[in-house]
């Protein structure tokens, strides 16, 4: 079945780190592109990165762009976002997606496989 499962939230101070995980299963997680976006209550979601299958490439919105970093461990079927330098601006839900295809359109996904997760929170905040 296919799954995508977000940890590594919490509660952290302005200028600090978190880093967040997207485990995976249930597919070919090898073949596929994915994505970490985020959401604030009574906005849209937003892509935030974008990782390729091989995960040579890799791409980030401007407004975290210097200060995230999107990495992945094929053989963990894990996509990772070390998020540094944080602020308070970057306190929502993220979430991690699945492409049907091995690369990105930009910092988001060209198309989006299966539902949302339930995302993990993120709270900059002193």
């Known amino acids: 079945q296919f799954q995508l499962v977000e940890s590594g939230g919490g509660l952290v101070q302005p200028g600090g780190s978190l880093r967040l995980s997207c485990a995976a299963s249930?597919?070919?997680?090898?073949?596929?592109?994915i994505g970490w976006f985020r959401q604030v209550p009574g906005k849209e979601r937003e892509g935030v990165s974008c990782?390729?299958?091989?995960?040579?490439?890799?791409n980030y919105a401007d407004s975290v762009k210097g200060r995230f970093t999107i990495s992945r461990d094929n053989s963990k079927k894990t996509v990772y976002l070390q998020m540094n330098s944080l602020k308070p601006e970057d306190t929502a839900i993220y979430y991690c997606?699945?492409?049907?295809?091995?690369?990105?359109?930009?910092?988001?996904?060209?198309?989006?496989?299966?539902?949302w997760g339930q995302g993990t929170q993120v709270i900059v905040s002193s």
């Open positions: 249930g597919f070919n997680f090898d073949y596929y592109a």
């Open positions: 997606a699945a492409s049907s295809q091995p690369y990105c359109s930009a910092y988001v996904l060209p198309d989006r496989l299966g539902t």
């Open positions: 990782i390729s299958s091989s995960g040579r490439s890799t």
